[in-house]
Structure formats: C-alpha cells, structure tokens
C-alpha cells in the first residue's frame, strides 16, 4: 500500500510539473510575447526593456522556465492589468467562495445520486429506471446554462421564489449569511453532476449485484432490502470515490458557467472577466491554481480509495 | 506499462509460427472491428445496432437537426445579415414562425444557421481528436516503457486543466474564427480517446497476430497501421460519437459566454446568451427554442454512442 502511495503521489507531482510547463507554453504564445501579454498594451519600450532583461526573457527557453517556476515557488503570479491588483490576492478572494459552490454541490449530488442509482440497479428495467435514465441522458446532454436560466425563469422571474444572483458581497461569510441565494447556483451545477453519479451508480451496482457475495448473503437469508443498502451499496461506493476525483475538471468548468450565471464571485467568474478583458496574468494564475487544485483532488481521491479498499489496504 | 515490449525482444523469432504468416487475420479483424467474430462484417453490425430503438432515435434526430439546418434556409428565407427596428423582439407569428430577437432578426431561421456552425464545428473537433487521440494512444500503447510514460503523463496534465478554462484561455489569445474553435475544441477532446486506445494497445501487443507481425519482420508504423488501429475501431467510432456531443456542449458554453463564432454568425449558445437578458420580460422564445435545439442534437449523438457502445460489447461478449 505504501508502495501504491508513494507511486501515485510521485505520478501526481510529474503531473503537477506538466501543469507548469503547459501554462509556460501558453504564456509564450500569447500575442507580442510574454512581455507585452504580462504588462499589458500599454507599456513603452522602456518598460518593456527593463521587464525582459529583469524577468530574464532574454535567456535561452530552459533559464526561463527556471525563473518561471522559481517565481511560482515564491507565490508570485504577476499582477492583473485590469484591476491592478496581484494575481494571488484576487485568487484568494474568489477560491474560498468557488471551493463553497463545488463543495455543495458534490454533497447534494451524492446525496441524491447515490440512493437514486442504487433503486435503478434493484429495479433495473422497469418504467421508473427507464425514466430516470432517460432524465440523466437529458441532464447530461443540457447545457449548465441552460439549465440555470430555465431555474431563473420559474424560481425567479415567475414565482419570485429565490433570487436570480448568487450571493453578492465577494467574502465566504456574506455567502453565508445569504443562504437563499445559494440555492439556485448550487441546484444548477448539482443537477448536472447528479446525472452523471446517478449513471455511472447505476452501472457499478449492476455489477455488484451479480457478485457472489451477494448470492452467499442472499442465500445466508440476508433480506433485500439490507443487501442493497449495506453489501450492494458499500461495494459501489468505491468506484464512485474515484469519478469524484475524475469529474472535478467537468464540475470545474460547469462553475465556471454556473458561476457567469448567477454572477456567483467565484474563480469561474473571475476568469470569464479575465477571459473576455484579455487580462492574461489572471487567466493564467487561474489556470495554474485550478490545474492544481485538481491534480491534488483527484489524488486525494485515489488516497482515499487506497484507504477505503481492503484489498488495497492489505496488499 | 511495459506489457508486450520486453517479452517479444525475449523470444527467439524462430518460436512463432509461419514466419511468412499471410495477413488473413488481421484482414478479418479489419471487416469485423472485433478480433473474435470472424463472420459478419458491416452488414452485421447495422443489423445489430438497428435493435436499439434509442439508437435509431438518434440516428433520425440527427439526420433532422441536419436537414433542417442546411436544407431549411432553401425553404425558409429570411434576413440574418441586418438590423430591423421594426421588428424587435417580436412573439411568434405568421411571418415569424418563432418571432424575433433583439435586433429583429428571425428566431428560426437564426437557429437554422447556429445548427450549421453547432454541427460542422461538432463534427469537424471530434474528428480531429479522434485521430490525434488514435494515433497518441497506439503509439503510447505499443511503445510501452519510458515514451509510454511521458506520453501518458502529458495526456493527465491536460486532463488536469478544465476543458473550458482551456478553450476559454486559447480563444482569447487566438480569436473565435471557426479554424481556430475547431482546433481548440478537438485539442480538449482527444485526451479521453488517446487513454481508451492506449489501454487497448497495451494488450494487443501481447496478442499472437502481433507477435507475428512482428517476427515477419513488419516495422512499428506497420503494426500500429495494421494491426493496433484496426482493432480498436469501435471504442473509437463510440468515443467520437460521445465527442461531437461534447464538441456541441463545449461550443455552446463558449458561445454562452461570449467567445463563440461572432455575429453575423449565429450559434445556439449566443442565442441563449442574449437571450438572458429578457428573461423578466418573458419572452419564452428567445430562451426555450435554441435550448432545446442543443438539447435534442446533445442527446441525439449521445443515444447513437450508447447503442453504438452497446452493440459492440454485445459483440465482444459473444467471443
């Protein structure tokens, strides 16, 4: 097991690395070159000049993604040219609040998908499992937004409901002194997510109940009921663990959306404005910082597997 | 990781028999997309997949959503290009089957148009990926060792970075020109397939038809041409099929957020996109149709790779 740890951590850092070295590309393709892209439209040549040499991009490629990753270690991002403050400030703001959306979200969603799944699988075929596939299918193949304007339409600007906006404000406190305003964000990007659990639960307990432990406890008198919620359930939840960890980039880019939306402050918003103002230190920053946070997701995903499996845990 | 590689080099050629095997079965595997079932081909597949109903209903949406985006606009005329302040945001009428939007454009024959972009740029990004993915995957796959490796780690750091913050990224820097969305697109959707068809060719290269090939003497290009590519054809039809739907999805979003195709072209999701702003004022038909129109093609090509998925495993289990 250790082994599988130190394999898997070491695989996550390669990974992390080429995060970096994907974000260094990008950089240099931006229009102008990284000087013009970082310091903005406006600078002189002066500017420009001093910032070259200081930043050593005057140096062969490999110094400079040393000086590159050198300035990461050290937490700098650069600053954003359209709000003129540093990257990292701007990023702290809005994580928190996007960590809050997603963080309901999956609850919600496993919430829901689990127990859904799991009687789809019991009465696998019949009218009921078939509409909720069907709906999943529909779920899944609807655009976040969408979804989130159909919501506005009836919660809000039919039935005066819920607020149409996230909560406003910026900090993770007045997000939560707003519950209300939470609700529609969080239904949006958890619908989606749902449909895809709820699938893919679907399938992992189909193929536990085929399983002979499942025939042993059958036989051994165990009733249906407590086969399902205890032997069925607890086997297909591990595989679950893992699509967690694998759909955080999905659910990433679904906030983004979620998040233009409701005009919800998270890191989706922020990099949207970024996105549409060309503010390329921001949109950058993002990328790293979300690249990041979901390497180290999904690796915790796999930690916990390797935890929650006794076969694992043994071996 | 290293399957296949380090056992071949291991056995002496002479073991295998017929040095001069002729290519009869990797032939069959070719017609057949499946190494087990030498009989049936083609015309058992379609028979095949004509069983799933939700398949078909796929099949027939999308060869509507087709006939309507590219034959509609012979039948039904309308204005796309200019601005008519007479006729703003008008409900549906005789003259305007699903009214106007905000410039007093018409609604339908505007979704006509976005089915052209949504469709071509869907189809042209997941073609595009699944060949890059194809031809990633089997060559990581066959190669095995370090390059496998490397390969696969460059496919999780890509993975690592959300689809959309990486389009959203690439069409700033590159302008939203179809060119340009269509590369951008199919370079956040080959990843999936290059990890199927990698995972695949690690067991081919096991497999007696390539341990043959590779004792006649047949170069690496060959075998992953020949023998690798040809057997992995269905996950690739159904993993293409899986990402035009993507493609669709992904364009929608950056349309909904401004980076798609730019007026005067239309698109789905810039439809939706402007039609935000009149949700309080009730004007359903600026909101519901394009929705739907996504909706119904996402879901059309995801029943075809459903059934298409399925109709291969039923062939499989059948070895």
Redo the contacts between chains.
């Keep these: 097991m250790l082994n599988y740890i130190m394999r898997r951590i070491g695989?996550a850092l390669?990974?992390l690395?080429?995060?970096t070295?994907?974000a260094f590309i990008?950089i240099h393709?931006?229009?102008g070159g990284p000087a013009i892209a970082l310091l903005g439209p406006h600078a002189s040549a002066q500017q420009l000049h001093t910032f070259i040499v200081q930043n050593g991009y005057n140096k062969p490629i490999f110094v400079q993604y040393g000086y590159y990753l050198s300035r990461l270690f050290k937490g700098s991002l650069g600053y954003s040219y359209r709000y003129g403050e540093p990257v990292t400030t701007l990023l702290k703001n809005a994580l928190p609040n996007s960590l809050l959306l997603v963080g309901l979200s999956y609850m919600v969603a496993l919430v829901v998908a689990v127990p859904l799944g799991l009687l789809q699988a019991a009465k696998r075929n019949s009218p009921a499992d078939n509409t909720i596939t069907g709906l999943a299918?529909?779920g899944?193949?609807?655009?976040?937004?969408?979804l989130g304007?159909?919501l506005?339409?009836v919660f809000?600007?039919t039935t005066h409901l819920l607020p149409?906006e996230g909560p406003q404000g910026g900090t993770i406190a007045a997000a939560l002194q707003q519950p209300l305003a939470m609700v529609l964000p969080v239904a949006t990007l958890s619908i989606v997510t749902i449909a895809l659990f709820s699938r893919y639960m679907r399938s992992s307990a189909i193929e536990s109940l085929v399983q002979d432990y499942i025939r042993t406890a059958r036989a051994e008198g165990v009733s249906n009921t407590r086969v399902l919620w205890r032997h069925v359930l607890r086997n297909s939840l591990l595989p679950l663990i893992t699509l967690v960890g694998l759909s955080l980039?999905?659910t990433?880019?679904g906030a983004?959306?979620t998040e233009?939306?409701f005009n919800y402050p998270g890191m989706g918003l922020l990099?949207?404005n970024a996105?549409?103002t060309?503010d390329y230190p921001l949109?950058m920053g993002?990328?790293l910082v979300?690249?990041i946070a979901?390497?180290l997701g999904?690796l915790l995903a796999d930690l916990l597997y390797a935890v929650a499996d006794p076969r694992l845990r043994r071996a | 990781m290293t399957a296949g590689t380090p056992d071949m080099a291991a056995r002496p050629a002479g073991q295998l028999p017929g040095a001069t095997l002729p290519p009869a079965p990797a032939r069959e595997v070719t017609a057949a997309s499946d190494p087990g079932v030498p009989t049936g081909g083609f015309a058992a597949f379609v028979r095949a997949f004509r069983q799933s109903k939700a398949g078909l209903l796929g099949v027939g949406i999308v060869l509507g959503a087709i006939a309507f985006s590219f034959l509609g606009p012979l039948f039904y005329h309308t204005d796309q290009v200019h601005v008519n302040l007479n006729a703003i945001s008008q409900p549906p009428s005789a003259r305007h089957l699903l009214g106007t939007n905000a410039v007093g454009n018409d609604v339908l024959g505007q979704l006509m148009l976005g089915g052209q972009s949504s469709i071509e740029i869907g189809l042209a990004a997941a073609l595009l990926a699944s060949i890059l993915g194809t031809v990633w995957g089997a060559v990581a796959g066959y190669a095995g060792g370090w390059l496998d490796a490397v390969m696969m780690r460059v496919v999780d750091s890509m993975i690592a970075i959300p689809h959309l913050l990486m389009i959203l990224l690439l069409t700033s820097i590159f302008g939203p020109s179809t060119p340009v969305l269509i590369l951008v697109i199919a370079i956040v959707s080959w990843l999936a397939t290059a990890r199927l068809v990698r995972g695949d060719a690690l067991s081919l290269v096991t497999r007696d038809f390539v341990h043959a090939a590779r004792a006649a003497g047949a170069a690496p290009g060959w075998v992953v041409r020949r023998h690798i590519i040809p057997n992995v054809i269905g996950i690739i039809v159904v993993q293409t099929t899986f990402e035009v739907a993507n493609a669709i999805l992904l364009l929608a979003g950056l349309s909904f957020l401004g980076l798609g195709p730019q007026p005067p072209a239309a698109n789905w999701g810039g439809m939706l996109s402007n039609g935000l702003n009149f949700v309080f004022d009730g004007y359903w038909w600026l909101i519901y149709p394009a929705g739907a129109a996504i909706v119904l093609t996402v879901c059309a090509f995801n029943m075809i790779g459903d059934a298409l998925r399925d109709t291969f495993e039923v062939r499989l289990r059948r070895r």
């Design positions: 695989q390669a990974v690395f080429g995060v070295i994907i990008i393709l931006l229009p299918l529909i899944y193949s609807m655009p976040v937004f969408w304007i159909i506005v339409v809000s600007s149409p980039p999905v990433v880019s983004v959306i233009s939306v990099f949207w996105a549409t060309h949109l993002c990328v979300v690249g979901t390497v999904s």
